[in-house]
């Protein structure tokens, strides 16, 4: 009904920056929380950054001041801006979408991961 595709992942050294993209599409009425959440090896799935509709942002402690949520409503997208990389923000990033569906249901929808990668 709904799927989310991310991309932008990849491989950056430390200090370096990378802009992940996440684009819902299906049957969409409206989307209430947009945002990101990640994985790292061998740990539990993290929240990152999520917007409400209403634009108001909620961060993990540890990318506070290196990360940037945006979302662009028109085109059903979230953005994360990742600034001042360090390793230990190496793991799988995943999309999260709390949607309206057009039959008025709700449902929660993850994208399948992007990989980033930070070298020291």
């Known amino acids: 009904q709904v799927q989310l595709v991310e991309s932008g992942g990849g491989l950056v050294q430390a200090g370096g920056s990378l802009r992940l993209s996440c684009a819902a599409s299906?049957?969409?009425?409206?989307?209430?929380?947009m945002g990101w959440y990640r994985q790292a090896p061998g740990k539990q799935r993290e929240l990152v950054a999520t917007q409400s509709s209403g634009s108001t942002t909620v961060y993990a402690d540890s990318v506070k001041g290196r990360y940037t949520i945006s979302r662009d409503n028109a085109k059903n997208t979230v953005y994360l801006q990742m600034n001042s990389l360090k390793p230990e923000d190496t793991a799988v990033y995943f999309c999260r979408a709390y949607v309206r569906l057009v039959s008025r249901a709700y449902v929660e929808v993850w994208g399948q991961g992007t990989l980033v990668t930070v070298s020291s």
């Open positions: 299906g049957s969409i009425f409206s989307i209430n929380d």
